[in-house]
T-cell receptor
């Protein structure tokens, strides 16, 4: 079975801290990678896509290591509003078919 | 612009009853996905459609589950008969393509007593 593994946490950090999450995947043929954010009792929402060269969006940096088959998400200067569960998503495609797998998520709690 | 719409938002039913969950995707999105989320198993893909055609239903747990998409603006997921272990949050999502962002509906919280 193709798997996506994440540390479930929770990660409890103070405001302003830097926190990093990792996600490993088992299918070396995976083609696309994403981080989604899910607030308590809400639906998941796309946080950012993960590109091979790494990408940054404000305080968030995502990186991909294909050789080691892991994805990371770095949050700098964490805010109270960053408290949520972060889901790693790995996908591979063939024509109109694809296989999408969500990790179980890493819970982040930012404290004042 | 309306997002993905799901109904009902909450459903409480008794074991053995038929349950129907409904979804209206974002207009113009060719892909529609049904997910189930539980604490134990996380978010699981049940089935997805491309242009109203089911493409991959390998995630459907068993024959008690069925999903249809009669047109581009509507899909339903049925459970018959329902069992307590079906209790979960069921999400519908849509996207322009497999490689693009998926937009999720607010989910249906199902409780089977």
């Amino acid at each position: 079975r193709k798997e996506v593994e994440q540390d479930p946490g929770p990660f409890n950090v103070p405001e302003g801290a830097t926190v990093a999450f990792n996600c490993t995947y088992s299918n070396s043929a995976s083609q696309s990678f994403f981080w989604y954010r899910q607030d308590c009792r809400k639906e998941p929402k796309l946080l950012m896509s993960v590109y091979s060269s790494g990408n940054e969006d404000g305080r968030f940096t995502a990186q991909l290591n294909r050789a080691s088959q892991y994805i990371s998400l770095l949050i700098r200067d964490s805010k109270l509003s960053d408290s949520a569960t972060y889901l790693c998503v790995v996908a591979d495609y063939g024509g109109s078919q694809g296989n999408l797998i969500f990790g179980k998520g890493t819970k982040l709690s930012v404290k004042p | 612009d309306a997002g993905v719409i799901q109904s009902p938002r909450h459903e409480v039913t008794e074991m053995g009853q038929e349950v129907t969950l409904r979804c209206k995707p974002i207009s113009g999105h060719d892909y529609l996905f049904w997910y189930r989320q539980t604490m134990m198993r996380g978010l699981e893909l049940l089935i997805y459609f491309n242009n109203n055609v089911p493409i991959d239903d390998s995630g459907m747990p068993e024959d008690r589950f069925s999903a249809k998409m009669p047109n581009a603006s509507f899909s339903n997921l049925k459970i018959q008969p329902s069992e307590p272990r079906d209790s979960a949050v069921y999400f519908c999502a849509s996207s322009l393509s497999l490689r693009r962002e998926q937009f999720f509906g607010p989910g249906t919280r199902l409780t089977v007593l």
